[in-house]
RNA sequence: GGAGAGGUGGCCGAGAGGUCGAAGGCGAUUGACUCGAAAUCAAUUGUCCCCUUCCGGGGACCGGGGGUUCGAAUCCCUCCCUCUCCGCCA
């Protein structure tokens, strides 16, 4: 959330530069310092009334002990009470508004990041590897999966539905060593604790990283508890320090953390219906970063490389994308996305978002650090990124993997999770 | 799910309607002593909000919310959480 205090001075800054995002945000800072005002006016006079309050309340005490009577310093009270009262509820009204609002305005995007309405405007910044040149028709890794017998979404739809999958035999090993691959890179390599964090989480967390309020159509709600099973890692990650200050000396603080994910695709009706690409559940390792404001710029940069470790560690083509100001997500002030070639597709997708939420999501979790040098207290910047998505990370090694015979070679860092198998092939 | 106990400052722990933001201890910081350290002594030691250019002034917060009262950490209601025992269970 915006810091109220930086917008009753900078209140056109803000309206432009949300303007950016394209999705008619301006209008929603409408009323929002008049608000602030009044609740300031409210404030000032019931505090002031407060402290004569006090001192009368005292004098009560004096007179009483004394065997005085005090009737009319009570009646006096009694009177202030009521207008108190009133100011209270008018305080009270203003700061629903005001916070309303601005859980519903999102992060200003940073300045560096190109102008532009949607993901046609997203800017190439550097690309890792070729694309594989096969000397056959490649096939997809629904396909592959299914002709070796190790996904299976027919009998997922009979389970669950549409979007969802079973990974079998080998394709279940698979996955699982891309999810321990993963994590043993980013905590021995990279300098992340691990973490295993809760899949269901309440309300005040989502609303800490940014889904709720807004987003609440993209999240499964449980029925009978205020509960929603999380959408990503972020979300008990980062909220893992909500309501807490930590001494600058812990900063950066970084974790990593696998969890499966949970989105409802509600508005993506036609997209990526087959395969893994768009699933309602699907595996991600996560990193989180907790870091002092003036670091996390180079922190988004360090992430990114961190992410990219596991896609160069694999061979996989991909190239690195920064978000213009459009396709943006809610809380983030800067994106990098990392693409990978999908073969099947001809084209890189989606694998990893790797974002700054400068102090948005911290001022809305209350996240702060205090600062070794005065003993103030500050909001931390958070970030996170996935490291990787585990799901899309099966198709791309399936796709870019794949054999002529139809068989699919496991990359050598992978190896070793899986007993020194070679080749997935058919049974 | 049933029965009971409890949630107070960084931590431990008192406080049981009146000047309590809260005794005492521990920890931490600073100063004194010391060549230095330890020990000792002294001071400081929470967060948020409002007003103020600075200095400073004021309000709120004792798990959350509501109530009683001139006055609530203390009384009442309600919710949440933790712990113990029983039941059930991976």
């Keep these: 959330m915006l810091d109220i205090k930086w917008l009753r001075e900078n209140l056109d800054e803000a309206g432009a530069s ?11 800072l409408e009323g929002l310092l008049d608000r602030d005002e009044q609740r300031r006016q409210c404030l000032k006079e019931s505090e002031t009334l407060k402290n004569q309050k006090k001192k009368l309340s005292a ?4 007179l009483k002990k004394d065997g005085q009577d005090a009737a009319d310093e009570m009646e006096q009270v009694r009177q202030i009470n009521l207008r108190i009262k009133d100011l209270d509820a008018e305080v009270e009204t203003c700061e629903r508004e005001i916070e309303a609002k601005l859980l519903r305005i999102p992060n200003l995007p940073d300045r560096s990041i190109p102008d532009g309405v949607d993901e046609g405007q ?3 910044i550097r690309s890792c590897g070729q694309p594989p040149d096969f000397s056959f028709e490649p096939k997809s890794h629904v396909d592959l999966g299914e002709s070796l017998d190790i996904l299976d979404f027919k009998r997922a739809a009979k389970i669950s539905g549409a979007r969802f999958a079973v990974y079998k035999g080998l394709g279940a090993r698979l996955l699982r060593a891309l999810i321990n691959f993963m994590i043993d890179v980013h905590t021995k390599e990279n300098g992340y604790e691990e973490i295993y964090p809760p899949f269901l989480v309440n309300e005040d967390s989502l609303t800490g990283t940014g889904q709720l309020p807004k987003f609440a159509e993209e999240l ?4 009978d508890d205020p509960l929603y099973l999380i959408p990503t ?4 990650v980062t909220n893992y320090h909500r309501d807490e200050i930590l001494p600058e000396e812990a900063l950066p603080v970084r974790y990593v953390a696998y969890t499966p994910c949970f989105r409802r695709e509600a508005g993506s009706y036609g997209k990526d219906t087959r395969g893994l690409i768009r699933q309602h559940q699907f595996d991600k390792v996560e990193l989180v970063q907790f870091v002092p404001p003036g670091r996390s ?6 992430l990114v490389a961190n992410a990219e470790s596991i896609l160069q560690k694999l061979n996989l083509p991909y190239r690195v994308v920064v978000l213009c100001a459009g396709d943006l997500g809610f809380s983030a002030a800067k994106t990098y996305d990392l693409e990978v070639w999908l073969p099947s597709q001809g084209t890189y997708r989606e694998i990893s978002s790797c ?7 911290a001022r809305r979790s209350h996240i702060r650090y205090k600062k070794k040098e005065d003993g103030k207290t500050g909001f931390v910047h958070t970030l996170n990124g996935s490291g990787l998505a585990a799901g899309r990370l099966f198709v791309a090694i399936l796709e870019n993997y794949q054999q002529a015979d139809g068989s699919v070679l496991v990359p050598e860092a992978l190896r070793h999770y899986l007993d020194g198998e070679k080749w997935i092939r058919a049974r």
């Design 122 to 124: 997203n800017r190439e």
């Design 355 to 361: 974002s700054n939420f400068t102090d948005y999501q």
């Design 233 to 236: 890692a972020e979300v008990p």
């Design 297 to 302: 710029w180079e922190a988004l940069e360090l």
């Design 220 to 223: 499964f709600q449980m029925r």
């Design 18 to 28: 949300l303007k950016r995002r394209g999705d008619g945000t301006p209008v929603e």
């Design 59 to 62: 004098t009560v005490g004096r």
